[in-house]
């Protein structure tokens, strides 16, 4: 039993390890690369029939479908201008509950 449990876990463990990763990396290796000088930060590339459109992604470092502006990583600028309206609109907006409650 033991001996046919471990002929089963190397099966599996074989299927989702080995030559598919290297395959992959290949395959994808494109993205890894930035346009040079003077190139455009979009591309259409040709993926399973159908064409889609890449764009160069700073905060990824890679090509990816999202825009630039579009990106998750995109840095916050949080701005004191920003914090002191949201209190001045807070205090104004208490003023005038407190001003309907008298």
């Not at 099966?11 to 190139?39: C, F, H, T, V």
């Not at 825009?67 to 949080?78: A, G, H, M, Q, T």
């Not at 509950?97 to 008298?102: C, E, L, S, W």
Request: charged share 30%; proline share 7%; hydrophobic share 25%.
């Amino acid at each position: 039993m033991t001996a046919k449990l471990k002929e089963y876990t190397t099966a599996y463990m074989s299927r989702w390890s080995g030559p598919n990763e290297d395959s992959m990396d290949k395959k994808y290796a494109w993205k890894k690369i930035p346009p040079k000088n003077g190139d455009p930060s979009t591309k259409k590339v040709h993926v399973n029939g159908i064409f889609k459109t890449y764009y160069w992604c700073p905060h990824h470092q890679q090509w990816t479908v999202h825009s630039p502006k579009e990106c998750k990583r995109l840095p916050v600028v949080k701005g004191k201008k920003n914090q002191k309206d949201k209190k001045a609109i807070k205090r104004s907006q208490f003023k005038e509950k407190k001003q309907a409650y008298i």
